[in-house]
């Protein structure tokens, strides 16, 4: 019965939030976090805080690897293109110049590759991120539309093995929250 009434209870939270006023405050209450155990957390800021992502685990993402990639795949699809319309599919001799003149490829073959690459950067950062996200439960809070003015918060989710409700509000007091609530789910 009582592991009953500790499941429920992690489904309406979504996890203890204390907000910050400086961004050595959060910084230093992220570190500690982390060295206390707490893996799912998150930290809202105002303008970026150096060191504050290393801080609370966030790990390299693969946008540059897809970026590249593409990148790679508008060079070769532009070339190749460009290669079969000119002496396979429509051989044209203009000028005297041989059929594969690559000289003249270079500017579409470019362009391919800056066109596969920004779309290849817009699409693989939406969809590492999680984006569009036009709803999440720290938007239940009254006091998190200041996040984007001159407080700062961090959130440990509920999700985090390690969270029990009373031991993250009592956690995020010690590290020197200034006001800590709960955000429902």
């Not at 969809?127 to 200041?146: I, S, T």
């Amino acid at each position: 019965m009582n592991h009953d009434v500790a499941l429920n209870e992690l489904a309406a939270v979504h996890g203890a939030m204390a907000e910050f006023n400086t961004p050595e405050e959060i910084l230093a209450a992220a570190e500690r976090a982390y060295a206390a155990g707490y893996r799912q957390m998150d930290a809202y800021t105002p303008f970026a805080v150096e060191g504050l992502a290393e801080t609370i685990g966030f790990k390299k993402n693969y946008v540059a690897l897809a970026v590249l990639i593409g990148g790679i795949c508008g060079v070769t699809g532009g070339y190749s293109l460009l290669y079969w319309i000119t002496v396979i599919a429509y051989p044209h001799n203009v000028g005297a110049r041989p059929l594969h003149s690559w000289p003249s490829y270079i500017p579409i073959t470019f362009e391919c590759m800056i066109l596969l690459s920004a779309l290849t950067a817009l699409v693989s950062m939406l969809a590492m991120n999680g984006l569009p996200k036009p709803y999440h439960p720290v938007f239940n809070v009254p006091e998190f539309d200041r996040a984007s003015k001159d407080k700062f918060f961090l959130c440990i989710e509920s999700s985090d093995p390690k969270f029990r409700t009373e031991e993250a509000l009592e956690f995020l007091r010690e590290v020197g929250g200034s006001e800590v609530m709960l955000v429902p789910a």
